[in-house]
Each structure stands twice: as structure tokens, then as C-alpha cells.
């Protein structure tokens, strides 16, 4: 297992990759790799915000269980997702990249382009370009671009020790569609939640505008792997409790792709009149303090991912 | 056959993918798919140029002979291609996305890693985020995003009978650097075409500040077929003439990244003093008129793709 990127892992392979880009200089860059989305700035007082993210098969989903309709659907809106939690982000335009075999039916090109152009009409968006490319495995990517200003933008560093945690989405419903889907078992809401996630553009706006968060991010690998995202941007650790969080299956299988964010104590009572969805899920802690959760969460190249398929 | 991609074609699906997305209605978007890259107004007298491609094992490369940091360098430079494509265009950013099995040696994720860094500095471009997924085949992405002013875009429409083709850049050296590569023969330049084109943007800055082409694309299809490309969107037919071109092999294997353009007669001599490299390719002809080439080039879905691997 020597040399090989399972023995890695992503999270120390992500490292590689934002030491070796930290010395970018290029004016209108903002934010490199590292938060949900990158920030560029296109105009004065306007950020081009962009995220990319695939769907691959054997990672992401198997052909035995997919409705392409749905995948094309959830391609937008796990990009759309990342845009969120950027913070106060308005989608522009996307594209899209689609690889199959040569072999496959035509069926599935077909639904995975109803499936994506119907939610580009439903969420106000349109599809820029893309690529369409012949691999024996399926694999589909976006790029989804938004626009924000410099004022809107929540990054995941802002949490302070003290902020409490609090989250707004499903928790772990989505990993219980998928183990639904696999076992070929009936839960419409948990395959509802894992085909066709809701980007919280909403929320997000919400606590952006409302200068309610310190700090956010998306929380599709999984709770504890996003609170550690948060705490290892912030410099802080964190504590989880789970007490009062709607869960509804593991909240570290990931997929679920609500929010997690840190607000600081005074500013409660006003998240809880501008949001009242929004739930508690622990507090940030200083840095040093051990995290009262593991590290847990969604690593595809961990020998033991905890939904790898 | 039937009902499966390949008994379909490129052209087919795209032709689908292109009537479905017509009706799009965004006040931003000022071109969507079906030129070299898309297009989208971000602020007055700013546009925003985007596309994306990628490379695929089995349909790109196979890992026996690539070496992944020039792959990397090659992920960089065809979408910067299509960027250059559009006209005078500035790279300003881009997106990246790479999948390798968990079983990868590590040091194929070092030398993409190290290649594509290493061009984003060459070009002045930065990376502003990405993805990393766990796939059992290699797969790499890239959405390059552009800025340009309005005045400065050159389409494939433009095309007028009458006016004359030219091109600049390689025909076919990439293809028989490829020819190289798969029999392990010696061919440095055409190696080197292969891996690391030159995207053409002193060439596209020049055709679109002097309002010398009226349409313009790159010839990463093959010559044929972005020839017909260029007769599809202008409404117009073509005549290939390849006695004053530098043909270094099959000019339709695709993968050249040159350009093709159209250049009206009266303006043929300030091309030439303008851009000496450039030469000619033929003629754009009357629609109706039989193109004087077999719409060649590479269909990734065809069953005899010309370079198929």
C-alpha cells in the first residue's frame, strides 16, 4: 500500500495541492482551492464565484440503481450546494461534462439531459458549454459559476472559540437513501434526499445578509469532516452534540449537503427569529482542545470510506 | 446497434443537446453551447468566456505511455485552445478535476500536479479549485474561464461565400506524435505536439484587433471536420486545398489545436503582413455546394473514430 494514493488519503493529498498553489499571484484572484467555491474578482465590487464537482461511477453511484434523470439533477445541485455555502451567491451559468461508453443506451443520455436541463430552468440557470466524451466508465462533471459581493461572501475560517455549531438540511438522510438504493429497498425520503438535494440558497443568503454566521460550509462529506474543515480554517477545534440534530441516519456518511455554520452566543436569539429551522450541533472550541468527535466523514481514496460502494 | 450511443454519433448527440438548450433564456448569457467556448456578460463591456474538456484514458491516452506531467500540461493548454479560439481573449482562471484509482502510484498525482501548476504559471493563469475523485479509470477536466470585451469575439458564424480559409499552428503533427507514442517509436516534435500544443492566442488576438477573420474555431477535431464546423454555424459550404499547407500527417486525427478562420479576399494582404505564418486552406463556398472534403475527423463515438484508440 506504499506509493499508492489510497495510502495517502484526500484530505493529505488536498494538502499537497493547496502548499503547492499557495504562491498563486494573479491580481484577481481571491480565494484558491480550500473553501466550497473559489472567489475571482470579475468587476469592481463583483465576485465571480466558481465550484466543481463529478459524479463518478463506483464512487458516486452504480448504473444497476441510477436513474439518470435524477443524476443529471443532482449534478446541478451538489455544485449549486458548494455555491451556497459560499454565502450570499446568486447561480449564473454552468457546464457540464458527461462521459459514457460507446455502448451505452441511448436512454441514459437522454433522462441525464432531462434531468440537468429541467433543474437549470427550476434554479435560474443556464448551461454555458461542456464536453461530451467516450470512457467505459460513466463519469459526470460541472462547473457551476455564481456571483456575489465582496460583503455576501461566508468563508469556512471566520469561527471563533466560543461560536456555537449550528446546522440547517437533512442530517444523514441521504446516506440512508443510498443504502436504501443499494439494497434495492423502499425509502422515498431518503432516495428523494440522496437523487435531488436542496441547495439552502435561502439559509445561506439569510446568515450572510443578516451577519448571523463567522464562518460556513457545506456539510456533503459528512458532519464531522465539515466541522473539521471549519475548525482546521478557523485555527479552533470544535465538540459535537448531536442531542437536538434531526438525525435520520449517520450524519458522517455524507451526501447530504445542508449547512454547518458558527455563530457567536449574542447573535443567537436573532438566527433563531430569521431561521427558526436552524438546530444546534455543538460549539467551537480553541485550538489545541481534543475534537469530541472523530474524524470521520467521506474520504474516497480511505481504504474504509464510509459509504464507499 | 441500435438505441446505443454509438449507433448515433457525436454530431447527433450534440445536434440534442444544442435543440434542447436553445429556449434558454438568461439576461447574462450571450452564447451558449456550440462554439469553441460560451459566453456570458458579467459587467458592462465584460464578457466571460468559458469551456471545458478533458481527457479520458482509454479515449486520450492510455497510462502505458503517458507521461502525467505532460498530461497535465495538455489538460491546461486545449482549453486554453478554445479559450484563444473565441477571439482576443485573456485566460484568467481555471478549474480542475482529476480522477485516479485508489491503486495509483502516487507519483502519477506528483507529475499531473507538477505539469499543470507549471503551465498555469507559463500562462499566467491560476487555479481556483477543483476536484479529486477516486475512479478505476483515469480521468482529468478543466474549465477554463476567459475575459474579453464584446468588439474583441470572433464566432464560427461569420463565415461569408467567397471569403478564403487559412490556418496557423501544426496539421496532423500531433497525430503522428500519438502514432509514435502507441508503437514506442522516436518523434520528438510530433511528441511534443501531442502533449504540449501551443494555444494561438497572439495569432486569435491579431485576426480579432485587426478585424481580419470573419469566423474563427480551433482544429482540434481535425481539419474536416472543424471546416464543416465553420459551414454548419455560417450557414455556408467549403472546398479543402492542402497544396500550400504544412501537412505533417493525417490533418484530420485531430488534436493539432491550430486555428481555422475565414478572411475576406480584400483583406488577404494585411493577413499576410500581419501574420507571415498563417497559410491557406481553401475557400467557403456557396451552401448547397458539395463540400470538397468527407466530413472526417474525430467523432469520440463513431465505431472507426480516426484515431481511436
Known amino acids: 500500500m506504499k506509493h499508492v494514493l489510497s495510502s495517502l488519503g484526500e484530505a493529505r493529498l488536498l494538502d499537497r495541492i493547496y502548499a503547492r ?6 491580481p484577481a484572484l481571491v480565494l484558491g482551492p480550500g473553501d466550497d467555491a473559489g472567489l475571482l ?9 466558481a465550484t466543481h464537482d463529478d459524479l463518478a461511477e463506483g464512487a458516486h453511484f452504480e448504473t444497476r440503481w441510477t436513474d439518470f434523470r435524477r443524476l443529471g439533477r443532482k449534478l446541478l445541485r451538489v455544485n449549486l450546494s458548494d455555491l451556497a455555502a459560499m454565502g450570499d451567491v446568486k447561480p449564473l451559468a454552468v457546464l457540464a461534462t458527461a462521459a459514457f461508453p460507446a455502448s451505452a443506451p441511448e436512454r441514459w443520455f437522454r433522462d441525464f439531459l432531462d434531468g440537468l436541463s429541467a433543474d437549470c430552468r427550476l434554479f435560474k440557470t443556464a448551461l454555458l458549454g461542456g464536453n461530451l466524451v467516450r470512457s467505459s466508465r460513466l463519469f459526470f462533471g460541472l ?3 455564481g456571483e456575489a459581493n465582496p460583503s455576501g461572501i461566508l468563508r469556512r ?5 466560543g461560536d456555537l455549531l449550528y446546522g440547517v438540511g437533512p442530517l444523514g438522510l441521504a446516506g440512508r437513501g443510498l443504502a436504501a438504493l443499494r439494497r434495492r429497498a423502499k425509502d422515498p425520503a431518503g432516495v428523494t434526499a440522496f437523487w435531488e438535494p436542496e441547495p439552502q440558497f435561502r439559509a445561506a443568503r439569510l ?3 443578516s ?5 460556513l460550509i457545506d456539510n456533503s462529506d459528512g458532519l464531522s469532516r465539515s ?7 478557523s485555527g479552533t477545534s470544535f465538540r459535537l452534540d448531536l442531542s437536538h440534530a434531526p438525525v435520520a441516519g449517520n450524519p458522517d456518511a455524507g451526501e447530504d449537503y445542508g449547512l454547518l455554520f458558527s455563530v457567536p452566543p449574542p ?13 444546534p450541533l455543538g460549539a467551537v472550541s480553541k485550538r489545541g482542545a481534543r475534537a469530541l468527535s472523530a474524524h470521520g466523514g467521506y474520504d474516497p481514496f480511505a481504504a474504509k470510506a464510509p459509504h464507499a460502494l
Do not use: C, D, F, N
Open 21 to 26: 498553489l499557495k504562491r498563486q499571484h494573479l
Open 41 to 49: 474578482k470579475v468587476a469592481p465590487g463583483k465576485i465571480l464565484v
Open 157 to 161: 475560517s471566520g469561527a471563533k472559540p
Open 227 to 233: 466541522a473539521w474543515e471549519i475548525a482546521r480554517a
Open 211 to 215: 451577519r448571523l454566521a463567522t464562518a
Open 267 to 279: 447573535r443567537l436569539a436573532r438566527l433563531k427569529a430569521v431561521l427558526p429551522a436552524a438546530y
Open 207 to 209: 446568515l450572510a445578509r
Open 143 to 145: 462547473t457551476a459559476l
